[in-house]
T-cell receptor, first 112, second 117 residues
Framework: SQKIEQNSEALNIQEGKTATLTCNYTNYSPAYLQWYRQDPGRGPVFLLLIRENEKEKRKERLKVTFDTTLKQSLFHITASQPADSATYLCALDIEGNNRLAFGKGNQVVVIP | GAVVSQHPSWVICKSGTSVKIECRSLDFQATTMFWYRQFPKQSLMLMATSNEGSKATYEQGVEKDKFLINHASLTLSTLTVTSAHPEDSSFYIC?????????????FGEGSRLTVL
């Protein structure tokens, strides 16, 4: 069956350090993978999209890698700040028509 | 950036009643909108794809007669939960695809929390 797996345990990290989150998937062949941020009781906010032919993408303090052989994406927040505390969702496109399948998300808590 | 607005942000209703949730793209046209449902601590589950001027496409296991979707204009899609029951209580979120940009980026609304008593 198709699965998108993100760590269910919250990641507690000291301010200024790099937070690294993992997204693993099985039985998908996504053309691209996206990362979203979701705050409690709010809708997701788009952060980054990385295509299957891209190894790495950066946006300000964020970096995403995509390994289609390992079927894994890593999401990094460098120089983390308390305002980065949120749940981060990994999403894959389904059959290339903009329909997305989401992971459960991984909560990040940045400690001042 | 593109803004998607949902209304109402929360609603409480009695079992057996119908509830309508609106999703509007405020500053762009959206030929395609998506409806998701999210239970606590769970992932967003895609319910249906709403296309302007045509019938919605529902995901497997989603009852089309239970969740009525209408996409009457390029800026508005509505989801009606008919004869709601307590198990329909959830966080409903819509998203819109920017028509003139094909990046796959979706813009999400703030969500509508439905509680059925």
């Amino acid at each position: 069956s198709q699965k998108i797996e993100q760590n269910s345990e919250a990641l507690n990290i000291q301010e200024g350090k790099t937070a690294t989150l993992t997204c693993n998937y099985t039985n998908y062949s996504p053309a691209y993978l996206q990362w979203y941020r979701q705050d409690p009781g709010r809708g997701p906010v788009f952060l980054l999209l990385i295509r299957e032919n891209e190894k790495e993408k950066r946006k300000e303090r964020l970096k995403v890698t995509f390994d289609t052989t390992l079927k894994q994406s890593l999401f990094h927040i460098t120089a983390s700040q308390p305002a980065d505390s949120a749940t981060y969702l990994c999403a894959l496109d389904i059959e290339g028509n903009n329909r997305l399948a989401f992971g459960k998300g991984n909560q990040v808590v940045v400690i001042p | 950036g593109a803004v998607v607005s949902q209304h109402p942000s929360w609603v409480i209703c009695k079992s057996g009643t119908s509830v309508k949730i609106e999703c509007r793209s405020l500053d762009f046209q959206a030929t395609t909108m998506f409806w998701y449902r999210q239970f606590p601590k769970q992932s967003l589950m895609l319910m249906a794809t709403s296309n302007e001027g045509s019938k919605a496409t529902y995901e497997q296991g989603v009852e089309k007669d239970k969740f009525l979707i209408n996409h009457a204009s390029l800026t508005l899609s509505t989801l009606t939960v008919t004869s709601a029951h307590p198990e329909d209580s959830s966080f409903y979120i819509c998203s819109a695809l920017l028509a003139r940009r094909n990046t796959g980026e979706l813009f999400f609304g703030e969500g509508s929390r439905l509680t059925v008593l």
